[in-house]
């Protein structure tokens, strides 16, 4: 049993090269199903495991064992492994829940900073602009999305490099991009060899966009030309936008330019193998903690006396 609980710990450690080759080989919008969806279940198994462990952990204990109804010992492996992972367990599940929490918090600050922010300013469709010397451009999302960008990025980009950045922050409102940086954002959480993973679902978001934004406006080079525009106007400056409200400046920058100006590449069995790979990576991660949860759900009736020993 307490093997099995291990292995939803281990697997998220090697996810981050299958999930990066992912992006590479799917198109932009499948990959990022893909790797949040590997990434949710990856988060999901961990937790479960880092639970079972807890509880193992604490039935070894006397009194919490009377509260159980444990009418005999239960049978775990050896307390010089079952109490120091139990340990681990406890510690790295407050140490996630904390940060978890803790993010939420600033995060939803953020947002409703801004969508006040948004909703005081006169309109243009779901176009807002503010008036702000730092340039900045992104995706709000919300009844009723709406696009944010400064005075200050309008005067950094031509007319035609405007039309292909809103075309690039409509894309993230219509795919609903902020849901999976939500997603990938409490995974990573959950475990911390998910939080390179994290990164490559980000990418795979802005190179959605990308693309959607290329067939938008029709010109993948003045797309480009927009994104790389627009990323050297805000250089290294902080913006005040929430995490999961996507921007065309976000990420690799010249990674997605690179991507743009080159003509798209589609190997159908690379594809589909690596998806495999991310597929199998999560089904093992999955049946092995859900095996264990089992394994440790009948050996606490066993102790209880319910099944036979």
Same mark, same amino acid.
């Given at each position: ?18 999930? +990066?080759?992912?992006?590479? #080989? ?85 947002? +409703? ?41 309008? +005067? ?31 995974? $990573? ?39 790389? +525009? ?25 990674? #997605?330019?690179? $991507? ?50």
């Amino acid at each position: 049993m307490t093997f099995l609980l291990l292995i939803p710990l281990l697997v998220p450690f090697v996810v981050g090269p299958p999930a +990066r080759r992912c992006l590479e #080989r799917l198109a932009p919008a499948t990959a990022l199903w893909a790797v949040t969806l590997a990434m949710v279940v990856l988060a999901g198994a961990s937790v479960a495991s880092l639970g079972a462990l807890l509880l193992t952990g604490l039935l070894k204990l006397p009194f919490l064992a009377g509260l159980g109804d444990l009418v005999h010992p239960l049978r775990t492996a050896p307390d010089l492994v079952v109490l120091p992972a139990a340990a681990a367990a406890t510690g790295a599940l407050t140490v996630g829940a904390w940060t978890v929490v803790r993010s939420g918090l600033r995060q939803l600050r953020a947002f +409703r900073s801004a969508r006040s922010q948004a909703d005081r300013r006169p309109t243009a469709g779901d176009l807002c602009v503010i008036e702000s010397p730092h340039p900045d451009a992104y995706a709000l999302p919300g009844r009723p999305h709406r696009i944010v960008v400064t005075t200050a990025m309008l +005067r950094s980009l031509g007319a035609d490099e405007r039309e292909a950045l809103f075309a690039h922050e409509r894309a993230h409102n219509a795919g609903g991009h902020h849901r999976f940086l939500v997603a990938a954002e409490l995974a $990573a959480h959950c475990h911390p060899g998910l939080r390179a993973v994290r990164a490559t679902v980000v990418l795979a978001a802005e190179r959605a966009a990308d693309e959607a934004a290329a067939v938008a406006v029709g010109d993948r080079r003045l797309t480009a030309r927009a994104i790389a +525009r627009a990323a050297l106007a805000v250089g290294d400056a902080r913006s005040d936008r929430p995490g999961f409200a996507p921007a065309a400046t976000t990420g690799p920058v010249p990674q #997605r330019v690179a $991507a743009l100006l080159s003509a798209p590449r589609h190997r159908p069995r690379a594809a589909v193998g690596i998806a495999l790979v991310l597929a199998a990576c999560a089904a093992v991660s999955a049946g092995a903690s859900g095996a264990g949860v089992l394994a440790f759900h009948h050996e606490v009736e066993v102790a209880q006396g319910e099944e036979p020993r």
